[in-house]
């Protein structure tokens, strides 16, 4: 058997045993190392070790330290306070206030998983005591949380810059247009369901907005809305490098949520970063495993086979991306996002970079794919964290998600035609 | 043995959450000392490397005795609960296999960079070998925890069989 079909099969064979992916990818490498007499054993830690002295990475932790002050903090409510006290005398005004909120939450914390979690626990007993039936409220929660990974800092763009050896800063910028975009869509998704499905359940307030409410509010929010600030204006201004950024942004929000919150004790503090270590030692060691599987990857010439049967069965490059897609969807079905990225992007880079792909607008394309992952059942991992923060029944989330997964299509298709909403910013901002 | 483990897994969180902090703090003094004494330091990103990739394998060896690594669950979630143990039996076994294999490399890694001398490239010409350690003890603490989780495996097996049984 050619070493290709031994990696495929071997990393598959214990990929469904349950083995956690980390070891199925770099157990496989190991095994085809030795059985193939390709390299050493002192590879695999070489390579894993050498994968994980990226410096690109660092940002990595240090915005998951940020995203778990946001969550311990309950810094969301302060934000939804503010635009709900603009939005709440609409019809799906509160669920408008909370794709909003979920998006200023992305524009703080990379991840999608703690955006959806943190907003769950917060906003869905608000939005249900105001009529929203929960799995309308769940649905909405559910897709606003995946914004976390388009929205700059993104944990996903961080990956495919390390991987892909792409600036962070140009990948965060790629992502802005299209998360404004994202924005857009499921704000009117949540107005016309609110209007279509007339849900005399959902009570809006009589009262009329005050200005002064919303200046109390904003006053309160103030202070949290500065965070984005200091890091995209940070980044952009020349004035910090990404990881830098998070680091001033986690101090600056450890600051406010101690004393000016006081949502975190200050014996509160050091879990702050043992949890921050354990979430990101989850995802970079998953990187750490497959960068070892990459090399047998290369080895295995798996990508160029790939494209010459693609080139011999007449695709073109459109063609091409339809089918990865509904792959990469299938994929997202079964396993999380994280590891779909990570495994697949060592194999299909070099097949989009043969077909004249923008690497940034890959990337965007690829994150989009991976937020429709996020929410995909049965294995969606936005689905699970936000039935288990808030105890809604899986079923009611998936029945929830499911219009707004049509809204995340319609995005998705709208970034691949027009690969300039992805390009066009970071090519002004960096030059070509 | 029980107050051992929980010693244990007490240093381990703390270290991989010290080792964060410590990046995290680095690299915050980095931005304060640029800006207000224009002072960099030559050393800052080698060692933030280095505190970011110990808590990497710390945090992984964590991960595992929580069960919370990433893993393809859907295939194994139709055996009956009997099967479901024997397969969790078989992949901790398959952990442990790694582990010492990864041992091994990872002391030829370190052997390697200590016989040859290696040192960063950097100007803190620091040993290679030291932060490598972490290496040889990710392939220990793998080792242990599928030890852990083989050991807790078949107790749950045992306890399943003895419910069916009554």
């Known amino acids: 058997m050619s070493l290709s079909a031994v990696m495929i099969l071997m990393f598959l064979g214990l990929l469904i045993t349950g083995l956690p992916i980390v070891f199925c990818a770099a157990g496989t490498a190991m095994f085809c190392f030795l059985y193939f007499d390709i390299s050493t054993l002192t590879t695999v830690t070489f390579r894993m070790y050498g994968a994980l002295s990226n410096y690109t990475l660092v940002a990595l932790p240090l915005f998951i330290v940020l995203g778990v002050v946001m969550s311990k903090g309950n810094l969301v409510k302060y934000i939804f306070s503010f635009a709900n006290s603009i939005l709440r005398n609409t019809l799906g005004g509160i669920g408008v206030a909370a794709i909003l909120t979920s998006a200023i939450f992305a524009a703080i914390s990379g991840s999608s998983l703690a955006n959806a979690a943190a907003l769950g626990m917060i906003l869905l007993p608000f939005m249900v005591k105001y009529g ?14 995946t914004l976390g990974i388009l929205i700059p800092p993104s944990v996903t763009m961080i990956l495919y810059g390390a991987l892909t050896e792409q600036s962070v800063g140009q990948l965060f910028m790629a992502g802005m247009l299209p998360g404004f975009l994202a924005i857009m869509v499921l704000v009117i998704t949540v107005i016309i369901l609110a209007y279509v499905k007339r849900d005399r359940s959902i009570v809006i307030e009589k009262e009329p907005v005050r200005i002064s409410e919303i200046w109390t509010e904003f006053k309160m929010a103030f202070p949290i809305l500065l965070a984005p ?22 101090v600056y929000c450890l600051v406010i949520a101690l004393v000016l ?46 494209l010459e049967r693609v080139v011999g ?87 929830g998600v499911l219009p707004f997964m049509v809204s995340m299509v319609i995005i998705l298709i709208i970034v691949t035609i027009w690969p300039e909403l992805s390009t066009w910013l970071p090519s002004k901002m960096y030059g070509n | 043995m029980k107050n051992v483990k929980m010693i244990w897994n007490k240093i381990e969180s703390n270290l991989a959450g010290v080792c964060i902090f410590l990046a995290l703090a680095i690299s915050f003094t980095e931005v304060i000392t640029r800006y207000f004494f224009g002072h960099s330091s030559f050393w800052a990103h080698e060692y933030i490397l280095y505190f970011v990739v110990w808590s990497v394998f710390l945090g992984a060896s964590q991960v595992l005795s929580n069960d919370k690594h990433v893993k393809l669950e859907i295939f194994v979630g139709l055996l009956p ?86």
């Open chain 1, 132 to 145: 929203y039936k929960e799995d309308f409220a769940a649905g909405i929660l559910a897709t606003g949380g």
């Open chain 1, 229 to 250: 600030i200091i890091i995209i204006g940070g980044i952009y201004g020349g004035f910090f490098t990404p990881d830098e950024s998070a680091a001033v942004a986690s």
């Open chain 1, 261 to 306: 919150y006081k949502s975190i004790k200050p014996k509160e503090i050091f879990s702050v970063f043992r949890e921050a270590a354990q979430s990101s030692a989850m995802i970079m060691i998953i990187y750490g495993g497959v960068t070892v599987l990459g090399f047998v990857i290369t080895m295995s010439r798996l990508s160029n086979n790939i």
């Open chain 1, 313 to 399: 069965m007449g695709l073109n490059q459109w063609q091409f991306v339809i089918i990865t897609m509904i792959f990469l969807i299938i994929m997202g079905c079964f396993l999380d996002v994280v590891s779909v990225m990570l495994i697949t992007i060592p194999i299909l880079y070099p097949i989009f970079m043969t077909f004249g792909f923008n690497p940034l607008h890959l990337a965007v394309i690829y994150t989009i794919n991976m937020e429709i992952g996020t929410i995909t059942p049965p294995v969606g991992m936005n689905l699970y964290a936000l039935s288990g923060s808030t105890g809604v029944p899986i079923q009611s989330v998936v029945r």
């Open chain 2, 81 to 166: 609960q009997k099967g479901q143990k024997i397969v969790g039996i078989f992949t901790a076994v398959l952990v442990v296999i790694f582990g010492i294999l990864f041992l091994v490399s990872g002391l030829q890694l370190v052997m390697d960079s200590f016989t040859h001398n290696y040192v960063s490239t950097s100007l803190a010409k620091t040993p290679i070998w030291i932060p490598q350690l972490i290496c040889p003890l990710a392939g220990i603490l793998f080792t242990f925890r599928g030890l852990e989780n083989v050991g807790k495996k078949i107790k749950e097996l045992k306890e399943l069989g003895e419910v069916t049984q009554s």
